[in-house]
């Protein structure tokens, strides 16, 4: 059996592992991290141009290989299991959460609190903007008061959102450039942002941040050591303490082989589904129910936001298609005063053409060829449609669970997750008037610059998901502290998305990342 | 080994091929000349004439470049909110074939030529082999259900004819200095 011996044990490569091996390179220089990725390692930043084309061509998925066909799970949004995780093909939207969040339960009576100070926690935020290179504009609202500016100021509007900015402000409610990890001149090893605007599928200059880069500059100077395509399976407690002794892993290549990766620490990075799954895989005589598992609580509190959307005509001319990745934010919506209603929720607003594209066929059924196609197009060209969405703030109960199904398996014969999102009381008993609320909002923006909702709807799932080891200070009443220590095993840590109690109500990647470099300094 | 055994290896292995399978491979994955003839017949009549008729020759010449660029059995797009793995599918020339063959037959039956047709006999055979292809809407890319819809598609959803209905120089998707996008767009030439 092939035995690895190192300091710090990551499992998972996505862009939380990117950022805590880069952060626990600079804190210890010298210190032996190897992290450990089931997917495989995508490095051909000089391909990506072709990928893109393919993408738009084929639709071709524009990061070849980066998944396991048995390695999929119920519940889960996205399937990518490679170096750089979900990370590779996010939109780069990178929100602060506010103060309400960590306080939902001292200022509102609801869920839970946060074991982190607001102060504390925003001092992160900075770092992880740094790292990533966020490109943004301080928010108007006193509340969100930042201790350092972006590195980066924003991303000029284009004259579409230039537009639909003058319209939406017309409502009372004040936007700003949504802030982004994309570059607008060259850092980090990446080009600056030439708009391909396909940040959500690939981004060719690199100007969009993704974490592949992170760990090639690591690996170059031997910083870490990566091991792709090893499928961590099980963690092994100590015979004696309850410290976790090993984990034990399965090569791709050679499936009949039990790789051993023995460290002093280990530290979880595998994201809101995965991180979960192995503790509830690596039960044992001593842990029935799962590692770090003594509360019951791995797997349940699973959650994220839900969101709403309507589409607006209004009669202001845009051009859709000048910068589609790109939107307006208004965080009017992140405080509710304590003597109100409960409601949180962030305000979205991008260009669209929803309405607006070629048809083939005419309202009456003609089918619509060459020039009389194109007149029935330019002749719904007039005016502007506009995207307009919410992220809402909902809490989860116990039973928002991931659950392993032993009726679906990998070919090691292991379980897959399911997840399953359930509300508690409180979120099931006020979503009548917070959809009644959002709707409002998007109906005062549409009025306002002479414009109609002309639909809305609903997602039937948890954006941003997180959860299933959360952070508490109560041992019984979580999974690990607020640095992600296990209360359980002392050598075991969960970073990131899954050791959030709430999910907030607009992007969690950034906050993801801020809570792993707070977490770096207690695994140094 | 010596070319008669390799020969008479292959023979064997064919042999035991089955025939469907032997037959998909006799597939031919390139339009043939009489389709592709076809297909520049009929793109006059689907893509606007106001790009001009080199254009739409242009256009007719890129979708079968396209066509030859396919590839079958490849993972499709799943990125985030796309939680299983879907694959492209066979390729779609041996249908355009058959299409294209379909519609000249049918215009020889109304008494010539598909460019010798007059405009609602043309609109009338399309609509009937897009609603018997399944051809609900134009689709977002060429997804091989008619040959003609997918010239449709392939055209009409590109950032060029994007430009052409706003008649303005938008270059939707085209790698551009972020400068130029916090302009009107300029019109179009």
């Known amino acids: 059996m092939p035995v690895h011996e190192t300091d710090i044990c990551i499992i998972g490569g996505g862009i939380t592992s990117a950022m805590l091996a880069e952060r626990l390179a600079e804190l210890r220089p010298g210190v032996g991290i190897v992290v450990v990725e089931a997917g495989r390692s995508i490095f051909d930043a000089q391909n990506r141009g072709r990928y893109r084309d393919r993408a738009i061509q084929y639709d071709e998925h524009p990061w070849p290989g980066d998944y396991l066909e048995d390695q999929t799970a119920d519940g889960i949004i996205s399937m990518t299991m490679a170096v750089g995780g979900l990370a590779l093909h996010w939109g780069g939207a990178c929100n602060r959460f506010s103060e309400e969040d960590l306080r939902l339960k001292s200022m509102y009576g609801l869920a839970t609190d946060w074991p982190i100070e607001w102060r504390e926690l925003e001092r992160y935020y900075g770092d992880a903007e740094r790292r990533l290179n966020v490109s943004g504009e301080p928010s108007p609202h006193p509340g969100d008061r930042r201790s350092t500016p972006y590195p980066q100021g924003p991303i000029p509007l284009s004259y579409n959102l230039q537009i639909l900015k003058a319209w939406a402000e017309q409502s009372g409610l004040s936007f700003s450039a949504l802030p982004m990890a994309r570059n607008l001149t060259p850092f980090g090893g990446r080009d600056g942002c030439c708009v391909y605007d396909t940040c959500g599928e690939v981004c060719p200059s690199g100007a969009r941040y993704s974490p592949d880069y992170t760990f090639r500059q690591l690996l170059t100077p031997k910083k870490i050591a990566l091991h792709d395509r090893t499928l961590v399976r099980r963690l092994v407690l100590d015979e004696k303490r309850p410290t976790i002794a090993a984990a034990h892993a399965v090569h791709q290549d050679r499936p009949g082989e039990v790789v051993e990766y023995r460290a002093k620490t280990f530290v979880i990075a595998s994201g809101y589904c995965w991180s979960s799954h192995l503790l509830l895989l690596s039960a044992g005589p001593r842990c029935p129910n799962g590692l770090a598992n003594s509360s019951g609580l791995v797997g349940r509190y699973m959650n994220g936001h839900r969101f709403m959307q309507a589409t607006a005509n209004i009669d202001d001319q845009t051009f859709p298609g000048q910068n589609m990745t790109h939107s307006l934010i208004s965080r009017e919506y992140f405080r509710c005063p304590a003597d109100r209603p409960f409601v949180r929720h962030d305000t979205r607003v991008w260009e669209s053409s929803a309405g607006r594209d070629p048809r083939l066929r005419a309202p009456d059924g003609t089918l619509l060829m060459g020039e009389e196609l194109l007149a029935d197009w330019r002749s719904r060209t007039r005016g502007s449609s506009v995207r307009l969405r919410a992220y809402v703030d909902v809490h989860p109960s116990a039973d928002s669970r991931l659950t392993l199904d032993a009726s679906k398996k990998n070919r090691y014969g292991d379980p897959m997750p399911k997840i399953e999102h359930r509300f508690d009381e409180a979120t099931l008993s006020r979503a009548a008037a917070t959809k009644a609320h959002v709707l409002g909002v998007f109906a005062t923006l549409a009025k306002a610059g002479n414009g109609r909702i002309v639909n809305t709807s609903e997602g039937d799932y948890l954006d941003h998901p997180a959860g299933g080891c959360r952070m508490g200070a109560d041992p019984a009443a979580s999974v690990c502290d607020s640095h992600g220590r296990t209360h359980d095993h002392e050598n075991l840590f969960v970073v990131g998305a899954p050791t959030m109690p709430t999910g907030g109500c607009t992007n969690g990647t950034l906050t993801f990342v801020a809570l792993t470099l707070r977490s770096a300094e207690a695994i140094a | ?189």
């Not at chain 2, 290896?9 to 339009?31: C, H």
């Not at chain 2, 003839?37 to 080199?54: D, Y």
């Not at chain 2, 470049?65 to 599918?89: C, F, N, Q």
């Not at chain 2, 449709?152 to 400068?179: G, K, L, Q, T």
């Open chain 2, 1 to 189: 080994m010596k070319r008669r055994t390799l020969l008479q290896s292959i023979a064997a292995i064919a042999a035991l091929l089955p025939l469907d399978r032997v037959r998909v491979f006799a597939q031919s994955r390139e339009l043939t000349p009489a389709a592709v003839a076809m297909l520049h017949e009929i793109a006059p009549t689907v893509l606007p004439s106001s790009i001009g008729a080199a254009r739409i020759r242009e256009t007719a010449d890129k979708f079968v470049a396209w066509t030859r660029g396919y590839r079958e059995g490849v993972a499709l797009t799943h990125g985030y909110g796309h939680p299983r793995l879907e694959k492209s599918g066979a390729s779609p020339v041996p249908g355009y074939v058959r299409q294209l063959a379909a519609l000249d037959a049918e215009a020889r039956a109304k008494g010539g030529r598909w460019a010798a047709l007059d405009r609602e006999s043309q609109r009338a055979l399309l609509d009937a082999a897009f609603t018997q292809a399944g051809v609900k809407a134009l689709p977002p890319r060429p997804a091989g259900q008619h040959v003609v819809a997918d010239l449709m598609a392939f055209y009409f959803r590109s950032s060029e004819a994007n430009d052409h209905a706003y008649s303005a120089m938008i270059n939707r998707e085209v790698c551009r200095p972020i400068a130029i996008t916090t302009r009107k767009p300029a019109p179009l030439g």
